[in-house]
């Protein structure tokens, strides 16, 4: 175990002790928030994606000693052990290698070798593979049976190439030259399938492509596998052939003559009937896995930038769900988001049903001293808005809200159980209204990968995609910090050390014996023990606690602490948060132990200075341009203030009011190079864009901020536009793969990005 936490140290570039002490920490059941928050002195500080990386890594490496030690005790089986075998298989560092080393000792299937083996060839085989001066002819007619089945000198040469065909096809050293040929020097070649050119029309940019290998990006690779998948595109990976037969022909054949032309016949006929389709399928899985990689975490980083979105707080909300001949779906909820009451209006289907609707939103409004009013940015969304703004409701906020994913929620268990009377129009109303009010905790109750703002999410590998945003969702909760009197058990489950039941149980005991008062009364509830207590308390926050430490961060293994603290000033715990020059005043290296040191004494004089700090953004307002509502009143050189509602690989994507998200590709983010948009945008960021290309009929806006960064400071991401009316971020986003982002991206922009790509 030692020489795994040794690699691992090297590989992440940190020291030894801590990587043995943090898998310590993670063996005993500690969580990576709690790990990383409360546990600095023990891993040196380490933060929450150094934590997971450990994590991660030495699952990795212990399945691979799994695997080892199955392949080891197979081999010891088979007879086939050898002190020089065991030594290898000790040694394999990868999966990959350790594979290669078994696969000539795997149980297989018959093959034309085991069959030519069976006829007894083996020895021709062996004589020809040595390749001395000698007749092959002559010697294979020394193997004719026709008993056994060799009815010819061809027949058994043609066994003996067989049998030196997989010799090679399986030769360690042989498939991890050919493996790096693959990767390096390899391509993708992508065509459409006869007949499918209509029907693939979305594939266009495939349908006569070649790209290396090894630079073809993320989004390409899963765009040509779904072609591929859907019987639209043919796809194939390979290098040179040349190339190939000649690295094989360099590592067996020893000379010039006619052994030696048997074995480079078998060379051939192994490389492309045993070796090429297996390296085309090891190359499929790496390109696969690396791409799933890239695409969750351009999902992840998206959903952590969505989830983190700036909260409204606790205030009044009227939330409205828009539709045309439908009519909206009103509703009023109090500030802790409580639902007080629904109605529908209907102010786009006539002048009359119009004023009733004026008379019924004012109604409402003053009847639940509505201070916001959040409107879904779905269909009739800008008209809905348009109609509410113009009612000049007073010291109204208006806040166009993400409702993408609402569905997923209203038509849910958990909206089931909370609004059991309600159809599912009412609860997607009220889903909207509580994003505004906390996007988090509304949010947690979908699962992430309905959150939509990614690429290709559906493609990648769907446990690895779960595990990813797990992780990402768990630490923004455990960052943000839970409100224990008032969280639903959906975020509640993601505290560190909670979970689905121990969150059951906490709101079961809170209705039954009402709020609480101080962290210690989680011990009372049911099979929330010791473990479980030191694991959550931290991260959960009780509002005007007797002990006012419980409304921070602080951890109560540290409470005494503080108390000493303030006891050695002769002021109160409540003193010291009140009051800076107290707290300035403390020697904190008065105070450090074996357990405590500086950077944890550090966190407690931030948390005391801001008990409870929130670490999201303030709420700022946002309004789109008025009078721009739909794609036809686009014009070419337009400049509008818009949002980022989704960050690719290879642009973002920018909601800009007319239902239809414009893309911004990475050539156009900036005048500086950049190989990540996310180096400059994040999701939910206010920019300002300038309209370079609209096409009505396909749907598709292209979109420029480099002609805005012109007047602006020399980072970009220091651009902050001057909007001419008060913006907001929004509470959500819309998917990619929306109306506005064909799946394999299609844009004049992208085409000429991959054309500049193809011919470099």
Not at 167 to 187: D, P, W, Y
Not at 328 to 338: A, F, I, R, T
Not at 415 to 442: C, H, N, Q
Not at 559 to 584: H, I, P, S
Request: charged content about 30%.
């Amino acid at each position: 175990m030692s020489t795994h936490y040794k690699k691992i140290a090297n590989e992440l570039s940190i020291a030894e002790k801590q990587v043995s002490a943090t898998a310590a920490l993670l063996d005993e059941g500690a969580t990576v928030p709690f790990i990383s928050r409360y546990r600095k002195e023990v891993t040196g500080t380490l933060d929450e994606v150094q934590v997971a990386a450990i994590r991660d890594r030495i699952q990795q490496l212990r399945e691979l000693d799994k695997r080892r030690e199955a392949i080891l005790k197979s081999l010891a089986d088979l007879g086939k052990l050898t002190p020089e075998l065991e030594k290898l298989v000790n040694e394999a560092e990868t999966m990959v290698a350790l594979e290669d080393i078994y696969l000539p000792y795997r149980p297989k299937r018959k093959t034309r070798a085991t069959a030519a083996k069976e006829k007894g060839l083996q020895p021709l085989a062996d004589l020809l593979f040595e390749q001395h001066r000698i007749d092959p002819e002559t010697e294979a007619a020394k193997f004719i049976d026709e008993e056994k089945g060799v009815n010819s000198v061809e027949e058994a040469l043609a066994g003996a190439r067989d049998i030196i065909a997989e010799q090679i096809a399986e030769n360690a050293e042989a498939r991890t030259k050919v493996r790096e040929l693959f990767i390096e020097k390899g391509t993708f070649e992508s065509r459409v399938i006869t007949g499918k050119e209509e029907e693939g029309i979305k594939y266009k940019d495939y349908f006569e492509w070649t790209e290396a290998v090894k630079t073809a990006p993320s989004h390409r690779i899963l765009a040509m596998r779904r072609g591929e998948k859907e019987e639209i595109l043919w796809l194939d990976i390979k290098p040179q052939e040349e190339e190939a037969l000649a690295t094989l022909e360099n590592l067996f054949i020893k000379g010039n003559n006619a052994a030696s032309n048997q074995v480079r016949q078998a060379i051939g006929d192994g490389y492309k009937r045993l070796l090429k389709p297996s390296m085309e399928t090891e190359v499929r899985l790496f390109t696969k896995k690396k791409a799933d990689e890239e695409a969750i975490r351009v999902f992840a980083e998206n959903a952590r930038q969505l989830l983190l979105g700036a909260p409204l707080g606790q205030k009044r909300v009227m939330a409205i769900d828009p539709g045309f001949r439908t009519g909206c779906k009103v509703v009023c909820l109090d500030e802790q988001g409580k639902l007080l009451e629904d109605t529908a209006i209907y102010p786009h289907t006539g002048a009359g049903q119009a004023r009733e609707a004026e008379k019924t939103a004012k109604h409402l409004f003053e009847k639940h001293n509505i201070e916001a009013i959040a409107i879904g940015n779905g269909t009739a969304g800008r008209e809905t808005e348009v109609f509410i703004r113009n009612l000049n409701l007073p010291g109204a906020t208006i806040v166009m809200v993400n409702e993408s994913g609402a569905s997923i929620y209203s038509a849910s268990e958990v909206a089931r159980d909370e609004f059991p009377d309600k159809d599912i129009t009412v609860r997607g109303a009220v889903s909207i209204g509580r994003r505004l009010m906390d996007p988090l905790a509304e949010l947690v109750k979908i699962d992430p990968k309905s959150i939509g703002v990614g690429q290709y999410q559906h493609d990648v590998d769907q446990n690895k995609l779960q595990t990813s945003l797990d992780d990402t969702v768990i630490n923004c909760v455990n960052a943000v910090g839970v409100e224990l009197n008032t969280a639903s058990k959906q975020i509640l489950a993601y505290v560190s050390g909670l979970g689905p039941q121990l969150a059951q149980n906490i709101v079961e005991y809170r209705d039954q014996n009402g709020a609480f008062k101080k962290r210690d009364q989680l011990k009372k509830v049911p099979r929330l023990g010791d473990k479980a207590f030191e694991q959550a308390a931290g991260f959960l926050r009780i509002r005007h606690a007797d002990n006012p430490l419980d409304t921070s961060g602080v951890h109560p293994e540290r409470y005494d602490l503080v108390k000493q603290m303030a006891a050695d000033l002769k002021c109160t715990v409540k003193d010291l948060m009140k009051d800076d020059k107290l707290r300035k005043s403390i020697p904190l290296t008065k105070y450090t132990s074996d357990t405590v040191g500086l950077p944890t004494l550090n966190d407690i004089m931030a948390e005391l200075a801001k008990p409870g700090r929130d670490p999201r953004e303030q709420f700022e307002q946002f309004s789109f341009t008025d009078g721009v509502n739909a794609i036809g009143d686009l014009k070419i050189g337009m400049k509008l203030p818009g949002i980022v509602t989704n960050i690719t690989n290879f642009g973002a994507f920018v909601d800009i009011g007319v239902h239809q998200d414009g893309l911004v590709h990475l050539s156009q983010i900036t005048n500086r190079f950049i190989k990540d948009p996310n180096e400059v945008l994040k999701v939910a960021q206010k920019v300002e864009v300038t309209i370079t290309e609209v096409d009505v009929n396909r749907k598709r806006i292209s979109l420029s901020m480099k002609e805005n960064e012109k007047r602006g400071p020399a980072n970009p991401s220091a651009v902050k536009p001057n909007f001419n009316k008060p913006a907001q971020k929004p509470a959500f986003n819309k998917p990619y793969a929306s109306k506005a982002a064909p799946e394999p991206e299609g844009d004049l922009q992208m085409k000429l990005a991959a054309l500049k790509s193809k011919f470099k």
